[in-house]
């Protein structure tokens, strides 16, 4: 059974930074996508960014772009989003997601796995 785990959440000032973290266990993730996705209160749950296991490739919201980066640690089996120059709107709790093969990685019902996620809050 895959377990995703976030870690890294918490408060930070305007233009502060975070760096998360989720800790994926029960297969190989070779073939995985693995995303990070925030839901705000009162607000639909968006896709955030995404990273192919194998291929390195990475897709962002425009909203995020050029502040927050994807990676993964193949050793470790961790997915890290660095949060740079953040702003009160990234305020939400943020949740790793993670599937095989899928074509369409923005879409949240393409994700068969989810961690409990983390919470972000960026005061003014």
């Known amino acids: 059974q895959v377990q995703l785990v976030e870690s890294g959440g918490g408060l930070v000032q305007a233009g502060g930074s975070l760096r998360l973290s989720c800790a994926a266990s029960?297969?190989?993730?070779?073939?995985?996508?693995m995303a990070w996705f925030r839901q705000a209160p009162g607000k639909e749950r968006e896709f955030v960014a995404a990273?192919?296991?194998?291929?390195?490739?990475?897709y962002y919201t425009n909203s995020v772009k050029g502040r927050f980066t994807i990676s993964r640690d193949n050793a470790k089996n961790t997915v890290l989003l660095q949060m740079n120059s953040l702003k009160p709107e990234d305020t939400a709790v943020y949740y790793c997601?993670?599937?095989?093969?899928?074509?369409?990685?923005?879409?949240?019902?393409?994700?068969?796995?989810w961690g409990q996620g983390t919470q972000v809050t960026v005061s003014s």
């Open positions: 029960g297969r190989t993730f070779s073939n995985y996508v």
């Open positions: 990273i192919r296991w194998s291929s390195v490739s990475t």
């Open positions: 997601a993670a599937s095989a093969g899928i074509m369409h990685v923005t879409l949240g019902p393409m994700y068969a796995y």
